[in-house]
C-alpha cells in the first residue's frame, strides 16, 4: 500500500510532460466530480463550475488507502477550494493538496486544461 | 550550539520537544531525538482505538515533518544501548556515538510480564505498542477461522487490564479477565464500588475471575490452550493479554550508575535531573518523591520542568503533591476516583450512594468538620466527575448538607455556575490550562468562540475529559459577555438550521446555488451542502438524485459507503415481513453479485461488499422481483419493527404487523434532520423494543398507547407516553404531527431523543402543541405531512430508468474498468475487506 500511495508525487503546471485527454466535460458533473483512469494511477477530477475551475487530485485517500476522493464533496474554507473525503470528511486543499483539518499528508495535485471541450490532466511521464 | 538529545520518542517526549521549541531561547540549541519504536511518536492513551479503525496516522502525536519544521532531529527505529557519562556521549545499537549537552531520558516503561511457567507461548500477548495490537488483531483473526467462539483471556484487572477486556470483546472473541486481588481496580476502588463495576461489566459481556493466581500457561504444540490457577481449577483460552503493572525502562540508568529507587525508576529532583545534573529523566522512567507516576498528565509537568531547566528558567518546579485523579474511558461504563478514595474513619467521613439495579456507585470523602471534600469514587455515571473533581482540587466549600452532590435529584443543582471557580483552577490537567487562560482568551477578545479557544491553549486536546467543562466555561463566557452564542451552520451561512429551513420555505428556494446566493457566503461546503440537501427533501420531499453533488455520500449513491469503499444495498421489507418466494429472490440476488449477507437489527437483509458499478444493476433486478429502496443509507425513516401480534402471539391484543406496514409504507422516504425509527408491539410485553424508538406503539386494552421520543444505541432512552388508549386514524394524526414539527424545528443531526430534551416543557409541552394545538399548527403539519406521503418515489427506481442519473454509477469516467484497489479476504463462508495495515506486510515482504 505504501507502494501505492508512493505513485502519487504533485505535478507542477511547469513539469508537465504529457497531457492525458480524460474526457468530454460533459462526463463531469456540475460542482462535482469524477475518477480517471491513467496509465496505473487513479485521478479524481473535480468542475468546481462556481469559481468556472477544475481541479485534479489523487483518488486514494491517504487517511483510509481506499480509491475514494473523487465521489467526496467540493466546498471551500475560506475561498480555498477543497474536496471532503466521504469516509469521514477529511478535507484537502485542491490548491496545495494540504489537510486542512488533520494532520495527514497532502494529497497529490494535477495541472488540469479544457480545450475544445475536453478534459485534459497533466502528468510528468 | 548547545545539543540536546532526547532519548525516547513516546507521549512524554514528544511533549518535551513541544515544550522546548516554543521556549524563548531554544534557538540556542540542537535537539536530537531517538525512539526505538519505527514510528514518531503516537497518542499511547486512546491505543484501543486502533483496534477500530486500524489508522496508525490518526494516533500520531505530530508528522515527521513538524519535527523537521522545529528544526528537531527525529531518529526512529534505533535504540540507545549506553550513556558515557565522563565523556558526555551515547552510543546507539548501530554502534554510533553522539554528543550531548544535556541528555533527557524519556524512556517510559515496559509492560510488567510476571516469571509465569510457559508465558513465552504464541498468542501471549502485552499491551503498550501499535505492533503488540496489530499482532493481536493477526492472532485474532486466525484464531476466528479456526473456532468463531474462541475465548480470551486479560491478565490483569486494573485499569488498563479492562481496556484490554474491552479490546478483545470488539475483536470478537469471549473476553474474560483474570485478577490476582479480590476485587476489580484495586488501586482505584474499594470493595463496594469494585462490586457495582463487575456487576455492570458482567451485564456487557466480560467474565471476571476474582482471587486467581496463575501457576502456569498450559499449552499445544507451543501455543497457549489455557491458564492453570489449582489443581483442578482451569479456563480453557487461546490468547492472552497481560496486564500485570508497568516497570521503568531504566536500564540506561543502571548501566551508567545513576542513584536508582530500590523497585526500579531513575530518581529525580524537583528539576527533573538525575544525580548526574546533565541529565534528566521525565515521564514513567522518572522516579519522583519514591513514585512512578503511570499516567500522561504529570509527565507533561515533568517535561515542562525539564524544558525550563535546560533553557534557564530554573524558577519552574515540580510540585511536591501530584493528583492521581482518574476518569476511566473504559467505553460504555464511567468510572472516576479523584482525592482520596479510600479514607480511614479517623481522618473524615464518607457518604455513600448505591444503586446496584442501575449499576450506580458514587462515595465521597467529606473531612471531619464537614466542609471539605477530600476524594470520592463514582461507578456507573461520572457526569459529576469534573466538577467534585474541580471542588476537591480548589478547596471550595460545600454544601451543608454534602449528600446533594451526589444524590441523584439534586441534578447539576448543587454545584451552580462553572464560573464560579476560582481563577486558576486548572480545568485541563494534560495541557496545564486554568480557568482564567480558558475565560481570559475570550474575554480579550483573541478568541471568539470554542474552537478558537482550543486552538489557543490546547486545552481538551490529549485525554479529552475536561471538554464539557472547558466547553461549559466558553458558553457561559461568552453569555456573560452579552454575546449570544449562535448556532450557525458554517462559515458560509450565519443561521441555525431552523432559521434556514424557514428561508427556504419562505423564499421558495429549490436549488443549493440559489439558497447560497440568497442569503449565503462563499460555496458551500462538506456540513451546509447535505444539510440544505435535507432542508429540500424534508420540504419538497426531493429526493437526492435531483442534485447528487449536495448530498452525503451515502445519500449520493443511495447506498451505505463501507470502510473500504464498497457499499452496502438493503431494500425495504416493510414490517420483517417477507415472503418465501422473496426471500428466495434475495438470496439468488446476493449469490449473483457474491455480496456479503447478514440480517439487520432492524429485521430486514442487508448485503454488503458491493461496488459502485454493480450498483444499478443489483437495483434492478431487486425493483424488478417487487422491492425498494429501503433507505438505510438515508437521514430517513429507517424501519417501523413490529412484533407478530394478535395475528399469531396468544397474548396479542391488536394486530401489530399489519399495522407496522402501514407506517412504514406511509413514513417511508421522509427525509428528517436525523435517522428515524419505530415500533409496533401487541401488547404490554413489549417483544418490538418499540420504546426504544422514535415513535412506539404498544395495543393495551381500548386501543394504542403513543409514546415518543426513544433511543437505542449509544444512549438509550425510553420513549415516553404521548396519548393513551387511542385509534389507528389518531394515532396517524398525532404522528404526523409530531414527525414535522420535529423535522422543521431540530438541530441537524439531532434525534428526536435529543430533541424532545431541549424541547423547552418536554413531554408536556408536545402534548400541548400535537394534542390540543396551543400553537394553532397541526393543520399545517398534517397538509405537509399528506403532501409528502404523495410526493413519495422510490429514489432507486428513479435512478435506474433514467441514463443520466445512472451515470454516477461508474468508477471511472474514462474507463469501465473497476476498481483495482479492493481486495476482499473469506470470512466463514462469506467474504469481507481485507484489513488495509494487513496488506502493507504483504506488499513490502
Ligand atoms: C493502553 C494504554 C492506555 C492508557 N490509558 C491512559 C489514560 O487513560 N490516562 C493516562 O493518563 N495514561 C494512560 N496510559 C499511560 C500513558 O500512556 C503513559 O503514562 C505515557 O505514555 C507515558 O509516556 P512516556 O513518554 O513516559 O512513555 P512511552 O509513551 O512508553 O514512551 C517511551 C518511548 O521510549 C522508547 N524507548 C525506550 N527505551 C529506549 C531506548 N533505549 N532508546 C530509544 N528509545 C527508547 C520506547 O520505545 C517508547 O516509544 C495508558 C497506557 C496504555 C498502554
Ligand atoms: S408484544 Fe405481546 S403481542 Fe407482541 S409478540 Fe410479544 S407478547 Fe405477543
Ligand atoms: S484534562 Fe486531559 S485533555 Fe484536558
Same mark, same amino acid.
Given at each position: &500500500?505504501?507502494?501505492?500511495?508512493?505513485?502519487?508525487?504533485?505535478?507542477?503546471?511547469?513539469?508537465?510532460?504529457?497531457?492525458?485527454?480524460?474526457?468530454?466535460?460533459?462526463?463531469?458533473?456540475?460542482?462535482?466530480?469524477?475518477?480517471?483512469?491513467?496509465?496505473?494511477?487513479?485521478?479524481?477530477?473535480?468542475?468546481?463550475?462556481?469559481?468556472?475551475?477544475?481541479?485534479?487530485?489523487?483518488?486514494? @485517500?491517504?487517511?483510509?488507502?481506499?480509491?475514494?476522493?473523487?465521489?467526496?464533496?467540493?466546498?471551500?474554507?475560506?475561498?480555498?477550494?477543497?474536496?471532503? !473525503?466521504?469516509?469521514?470528511?477529511?478535507?484537502?486543499?485542491?490548491?496545495?493538496?494540504?489537510?486542512?483539518? +488533520?494532520?495527514?499528508?497532502?494529497?497529490?495535485?494535477?495541472?488540469?486544461?479544457?480545450?475544445?471541450?475536453?478534459?485534459?490532466?497533466?502528468?510528468?511521464? | &550550539?548547545?545539543?540536546?538529545?532526547?532519548?525516547?520518542?513516546?507521549?512524554?517526549?514528544?511533549?518535551?520537544?513541544?515544550?522546548?521549541?516554543?521556549?524563548?531561547?531554544?534557538?540556542?540549541?540542537?535537539?536530537?531525538?531517538?525512539?526505538?519504536?519505527?514510528?514518531?511518536?503516537?497518542?499511547?492513551?486512546?491505543?484501543?482505538?486502533?483496534?477500530?479503525?486500524?489508522?496508525?496516522?490518526?494516533?500520531?502525536?505530530?508528522?515527521?515533518?513538524?519535527?523537521?519544521?522545529?528544526?528537531?532531529?527525529?531518529?526512529?527505529?534505533?535504540?540507545?544501548?549506553?550513556?558515557?557519562?565522563?565523556?558526555?556521549?551515547?552510543?546507539?545499537?548501530?554502534?554510533?556515538? /553522539?554528543?550531548?549537552?544535556?541528555?533527557?531520558?524519556?524512556?517510559?516503561?515496559?509492560?510488567?510480564?510476571?516469571?509465569?511457567?510457559?508465558?513465552?507461548?504464541?498468542?501471549?500477548?502485552?499491551?503498550?505498542?501499535?505492533?503488540?495490537?496489530?499482532?493481536?488483531?493477526?492472532?485474532?483473526?486466525?484464531?476466528?477461522?479456526?473456532?468463531?467462539?474462541?475465548?480470551?483471556?486479560?491478565?490483569?484487572?486494573?485499569?488498563?487490564?479492562?481496556?484490554?477486556?474491552?479490546?478483545?470483546?470488539?475483536?470478537?472473541?469471549?473476553?474474560?479477565?483474570?485478577?490476582?486481588?479480590?476485587?476489580?481496580?484495586?488501586?482505584?476502588?474499594?470493595?463496594?464500588?469494585?462490586?457495582?463495576?463487575?456487576?455492570?461489566?458482567?451485564?456487557?459481556?466480560?467474565?471476571?475471575?476474582? @482471587?486467581?493466581?496463575?501457576?502456569?500457561?498450559?499449552?499445544?504444540?507451543? /501455543?497457549?490452550?489455557?491458564?492453570?490457577?489449582?489443581?483442578?481449577?482451569?479456563?480453557?483460552?487461546?490468547?492472552?493479554?497481560?496486564?500485570? +503493572?508497568?516497570?521503568?525502562?531504566?536500564?540506561?540508568?543502571?548501566?551508567?550508575?545513576?542513584?536508582? $529507587?530500590?523497585?526500579?525508576?531513575?530518581?529525580?529532583?524537583?528539576?527533573?535531573?538525575?544525580?548526574?545534573?546533565?541529565?534528566?529523566?521525565?515521564?514513567?522512567?522518572?522516579?519522583?518523591?519514591?513514585?512512578?507516576?503511570?499516567? %500522561?498528565?504529570?509527565?507533561?509537568?515533568?517535561?515542562?520542568?525539564?524544558?525550563?531547566?535546560?533553557?534557564?528558567?530554573?524558577?519552574?518546579?515540580?510540585?511536591?503533591?501530584?493528583?492521581?485523579?482518574?476518569?476511566?474511558?473504559?467505553?460504555?461504563?464511567?468510572?472516576?476516583?479523584?482525592?482520596?478514595?479510600?479514607?480511614?474513619?479517623?481522618?473524615?467521613?464518607?457518604?455513600?450512594?448505591?444503586?446496584?439495579?442501575?449499576?450506580?456507585?458514587?462515595?465521597?470523602?467529606?473531612?471531619?468538620?464537614?466542609?471539605?471534600?477530600?476524594?470520592?469514587?463514582?461507578?456507573?455515571?461520572?457526569?459529576?466527575?469534573?466538577?467534585?473533581?474541580? %471542588?476537591?482540587?480548589?478547596? &471550595?466549600?460545600?454544601?451543608?448538607?454534602?449528600?446533594?452532590?451526589?444524590?441523584?435529584?439534586?441534578?447539576?443543582?448543587?454545584?451552580?455556575?462553572?464560573?464560579?471557580?476560582?481563577?486558576?483552577?486548572?480545568?485541563?490537567?494534560?495541557?496545564?490550562?486554568?480557568?482564567?487562560?480558558?475565560?481570559?482568551?475570550?474575554?480579550?477578545?483573541?478568541?471568539?468562540?470554542?474552537?478558537?479557544?482550543?486552538?489557543?491553549?490546547?486545552?481538551?486536546?490529549?485525554?479529552?475529559? !475536561?471538554?464539557?467543562?472547558?466547553?461549559?466555561?466558553?458558553?457561559?463566557?461568552?453569555?456573560?459577555?452579552?454575546?449570544?452564542?449562535?448556532?450557525?451552520?458554517?462559515?458560509?451561512?450565519?443561521?441555525?438550521?431552523?432559521?434556514?429551513?424557514?428561508? %427556504?420555505?419562505?423564499?421558495?428556494?429549490?436549488?443549493?446555488?440559489?439558497?447560497?446566493?440568497? !442569503? $449565503?457566503?462563499?460555496?458551500?461546503?462538506?456540513?451546509?451542502?447535505?444539510?440544505?440537501?435535507?432542508?429540500?427533501?424534508?420540504?419538497?420531499?426531493?429526493?437526492?438524485?435531483?442534485?447528487?453533488?449536495?448530498?452525503?455520500?451515502?445519500?449520493?449513491?443511495?447506498?451505505?459507503?463501507?470502510?473500504?469503499?464498497?457499499?452496502?444495498?438493503?431494500?425495504?421489507?416493510?414490517?420483517?415481513?417477507?415472503?418465501?418466494?422473496?426471500?428466495?429472490?434475495?438470496?439468488?440476488?446476493?449469490?449473483?453479485?457474491?455480496?456479503?449477507?447478514?440480517?439487520?437489527?432492524?429485521?430486514?437483509?442487508?448485503?454488503?461488499?458491493?461496488?459502485?458499478?454493480?450498483?444499478?444493476?443489483?437495483?434492478?433486478?431487486?425493483?424488478?422481483? +417487487?422491492?425498494?429502496?429501503?433507505?438505510?443509507?438515508?437521514? @430517513?425513516?429507517?424501519?417501523?419493527?413490529?412484533?407478530?401480534?394478535?395475528?399469531?402471539?396468544?397474548?396479542?391484543?391488536?394486530?401489530?404487523?399489519?399495522?407496522?406496514?402501514?407506517?412504514?409504507?406511509?413514513?417511508?422516504?421522509?427525509?428528517?434532520?436525523?435517522?428515524?425509527?419505530?415500533? %409496533?408491539?401487541?401488547?404490554?410485553?413489549?417483544?418490538?423494543?418499540?420504546? $426504544?424508538?422514535?415513535?412506539?406503539?404498544?395495543?393495551?386494552?381500548? $386501543?394504542?398507547?403513543? /409514546?415518543? +421520543?426513544?433511543?437505542?444505541?449509544?444512549?438509550?432512552?425510553?420513549?415516553?407516553?404521548?396519548?393513551?388508549?387511542?385509534?389507528?386514524?389518531?394515532?396517524?394524526? /398525532?404522528?404526523?404531527?409530531?414527525?414535522?414539527?420535529?423535522?422543521?424545528?431540530?438541530?441537524?443531526?439531532?434525534?428526536?431523543?435529543?430533541?424532545?430534551?431541549?424541547?423547552?416543557?418536554?413531554?408536556?409541552?408536545?402534548?400541548?402543541?400535537?394534542?390540543?394545538?396551543?400553537?394553532?399548527?397541526?393543520?399545517?403539519?398534517?397538509?405537509?405531512?399528506?403532501?409528502?406521503?404523495?410526493?413519495?418515489?422510490?429514489?432507486?427506481?428513479?435512478?435506474?430508468?433514467?441514463?443520466?442519473?445512472?451515470?454516477?454509477?461508474?468508477?471511472?469516467?474514462?474507463?469501465?474498468?473497476?476498481?483495482?484497489?479492493?481486495?476482499?479476504?473469506?470470512?466463514?463462508?462469506?467474504? &469481507?475487506?481485507?484489513?488495509?495495515?494487513?496488506?502493507?506486510?504483504?506488499?513490502?515482504?
Amino acid at each position: &500500500m505504501e507502494e501505492v500511495l508512493s505513485k502519487y508525487k504533485t505535478v507542477k503546471a511547469d513539469e508537465v510532460q504529457v497531457w492525458f485527454k480524460a474526457a468530454s466535460v460533459l462526463a463531469f458533473p456540475t460542482d462535482g466530480g469524477a475518477c480517471v483512469k491513467y496509465k496505473d494511477l487513479q485521478i479524481a477530477v473535480f468542475n468546481f463550475s462556481r469559481l468556472n475551475a477544475w481541479y485534479a487530485c489523487q483518488n486514494l @485517500s491517504p487517511e483510509k488507502q481506499e480509491m475514494v476522493l473523487s465521489r467526496g464533496m467540493l466546498g471551500d474554507q475560506k475561498g480555498t477550494p477543497k474536496i471532503a !473525503c466521504p469516509l469521514h470528511k477529511k478535507t484537502f486543499s485542491l490548491v496545495t493538496g494540504e489537510n486542512l483539518n +488533520g494532520n495527514l499528508d497532502p494529497i497529490a495535485i494535477y495541472p488540469v486544461k479544457i480545450e475544445d471541450n475536453f478534459v485534459y490532466i497533466g502528468f510528468s511521464e | &550550539m548547545k545539543k540536546v538529545i532526547v532519548v525516547g520518542n513516546g507521549m512524554v517526549g514528544y511533549k518535551f520537544c513541544e515544550k522546548f521549541v516554543t521556549k524563548e531561547g531554544s534557538e540556542k540549541f540542537q535537539v536530537t531525538v531517538f525512539g526505538e519504536e519505527p514510528r514518531p511518536a503516537y497518542d499511547r492513551v486512546h491505543l484501543s482505538e486502533f483496534f477500530e479503525n486500524q489508522d496508525a496516522k490518526a494516533l500520531e502525536m505530530a508528522p515527521r515533518s513538524w519535527y523537521e519544521e522545529h528544526n528537531i532531529n527525529l531518529i526512529t527505529d534505533v535504540r540507545i544501548t549506553d550513556i558515557h557519562r565522563s565523556k558526555k556521549t551515547i552510543t546507539s545499537a548501530n554502534e554510533k556515538e /553522539y554528543a550531548y549537552d544535556y541528555l533527557v531520558l524519556a524512556t517510559g516503561s515496559s509492560p510488567f510480564v510476571p516469571p509465569i511457567k510457559g508465558v513465552e507461548k504464541e498468542g501471549v500477548f502485552v499491551y503498550r505498542t501499535i505492533e503488540d495490537l496489530e499482532g493481536m488483531l493477526a492472532y485474532a483473526a486466525k484464531l476466528k477461522v479456526k473456532n468463531p467462539n474462541a475465548k480470551a483471556a486479560v491478565l490483569g484487572g486494573g485499569l488498563l487490564g479492562l481496556e484490554a477486556g474491552k479490546a478483545v470483546m470488539d475483536m470478537g472473541l469471549e473476553p474474560h479477565i483474570v485478577e490476582f486481588a479480590p476485587k476489580l481496580m484495586p488501586r482505584q476502588l474499594d470493595s463496594r464500588s469494585s462490586q457495582v463495576l463487575q456487576l455492570k461489566l458482567e451485564s456487557i459481556g466480560l467474565n471476571i475471575h476474582l @482471587s486467581k493466581a496463575t501457576n502456569q500457561i498450559l499449552g499445544d504444540d507451543g /501455543y497457549i490452550t489455557g491458564m492453570e490457577f489449582g489443581e483442578d481449577d482451569k479456563l480453557d483460552v487461546e490468547m492472552l493479554i497481560i496486564s500485570a +503493572g508497568i516497570r521503568p525502562r531504566d536500564e540506561l540508568g543502571k548501566t551508567c550508575d545513576l542513584d536508582m $529507587g530500590v523497585r526500579g525508576g531513575i530518581v529525580v529532583n524537583n528539576k527533573m535531573q538525575t544525580s548526574d545534573p546533565y541529565i534528566f529523566a521525565i515521564g514513567e522512567v522518572a522516579l519522583y518523591n519514591q513514585m512512578i507516576y503511570g499516567l %500522561v498528565a504529570p509527565g507533561y509537568d515533568m517535561a515542562e520542568v525539564a524544558a525550563s531547566q535546560i533553557i534557564g528558567n530554573i524558577e519552574v518546579l515540580m510540585p511536591a503533591e501530584i493528583d492521581m485523579s482518574t476518569k476511566l474511558k473504559l467505553i460504555g461504563v464511567d468510572v472516576a476516583s479523584f482525592g482520596e478514595p479510600f479514607m480511614p474513619a479517623s481522618k473524615g467521613h464518607s457518604i455513600i450512594f448505591e444503586n446496584k439495579t442501575q449499576h450506580l456507585y458514587k462515595r465521597i470523602n467529606v473531612s471531619l468538620d464537614g466542609k471539605s471534600l477530600l476524594g470520592g469514587i463514582l461507578v456507573g455515571d461520572a457526569s459529576d466527575y469534573n466538577m467534585l473533581h474541580q %471542588v476537591f482540587l480548589n478547596g &471550595m466549600p460545600i454544601p451543608e448538607d454534602p449528600a446533594q452532590l451526589i444524590l441523584p435529584a439534586t441534578e447539576g443543582g448543587a454545584f451552580g455556575s462553572a464560573l464560579d471557580l476560582p481563577d486558576e483552577a486548572q480545568i485541563c490537567s494534560c495541557e496545564n490550562v486554568t480557568k482564567v487562560q480558558i475565560c481570559g482568551a475570550i474575554k480579550d477578545g483573541s478568541c471568539e468562540d470554542l474552537a478558537g479557544v482550543i486552538s489557543a491553549t490546547k486545552a481538551s486536546t490529549s485525554c479529552g475529559g !475536561c471538554k464539557p467543562m472547558v466547553t461549559d466555561l466558553v458558553t457561559e463566557t461568552l453569555k456573560s459577555l452579552g454575546k449570544t452564542v449562535k448556532n450557525v451552520i458554517c462559515e458560509h451561512f450565519e443561521y441555525s438550521r431552523q432559521e434556514l429551513y424557514g428561508i %427556504v420555505k419562505a423564499k421558495k428556494l429549490t436549488s443549493f446555488n440559489e439558497v447560497l446566493d440568497a !442569503c $449565503g457566503t462563499g460555496h458551500g461546503c462538506e456540513t451546509c451542502k447535505p444539510l440544505v440537501s435535507s432542508i429540500f427533501a424534508s420540504l419538497y420531499n426531493d429526493t437526492p438524485n435531483k442534485e447528487d453533488v449536495t448530498q452525503d455520500t451515502n445519500d449520493k449513491f443511495l447506498a451505505n459507503i463501507q470502510r473500504n469503499g464498497t457499499y452496502s444495498v438493503v431494500p425495504r421489507i416493510a414490517g420483517g415481513e417477507v415472503t418465501p418466494e422473496n426471500l428466495i429472490v434475495l438470496g439468488r440476488i446476493g449469490k449473483k453479485y457474491n455480496l456479503y449477507t447478514k440480517i439487520t437489527g432492524g429485521a430486514r437483509i442487508d448485503f454488503f461488499g458491493a461496488e459502485l458499478n454493480d450498483l444499478p444493476a443489483i437495483w434492478k433486478e431487486l425493483i424488478d422481483a +417487487g422491492f425498494e429502496s429501503g433507505h438505510a443509507y438515508g437521514k @430517513s425513516l429507517r424501519t417501523v419493527k413490529s412484533c407478530v401480534g394478535s395475528t399469531w402471539c396468544r397474548y396479542g391484543l391488536a394486530e401489530s404487523i399489519s399495522f407496522s406496514i402501514e407506517l412504514e409504507n406511509r413514513y417511508k422516504g421522509l427525509r428528517s434532520p436525523h435517522k428515524i425509527k419505530g415500533g %409496533v408491539s401487541g401488547c404490554i410485553r413489549e417483544c418490538a423494543e418499540a420504546r $426504544g424508538k422514535d415513535f412506539g406503539i404498544i395495543a393495551v386494552e381500548g $386501543g394504542w398507547n403513543l /409514546y415518543v +421520543g426513544g433511543n437505542g444505541g449509544a444512549t438509550p432512552r425510553h420513549a415516553q407516553l404521548l396519548a393513551e388508549k387511542i385509534d389507528n386514524e389518531t394515532v396517524i394524526k /398525532y404522528l404526523d404531527r409530531y414527525l414535522v414539527y420535529y423535522i422543521q424545528t431540530a438541530a441537524p443531526l439531532m434525534r428526536t431523543a435529543a430533541w424532545l430534551d431541549k424541547l423547552e416543557g418536554g413531554i408536556e409541552q408536545l402534548k400541548k402543541v400535537v394534542i390540543e394545538d396551543s400553537l394553532n399548527i397541526v393543520e399545517d403539519l398534517e397538509k405537509e405531512m399528506q403532501f409528502l406521503v404523495d410526493a413519495y418515489e422510490c429514489e432507486w427506481k428513479q435512478a435506474i430508468e433514467n441514463d443520466e442519473m445512472k451515470k454516477r454509477f461508474s468508477h471511472f469516467v474514462n474507463s469501465d474498468d473497476r476498481d483495482d484497489n479492493l481486495v476482499f479476504v473469506p470470512l466463514r463462508d462469506q467474504k &469481507m475487506p481485507k484489513l488495509w495495515e494487513k496488506e502493507v506486510k504483504e506488499v513490502t515482504l
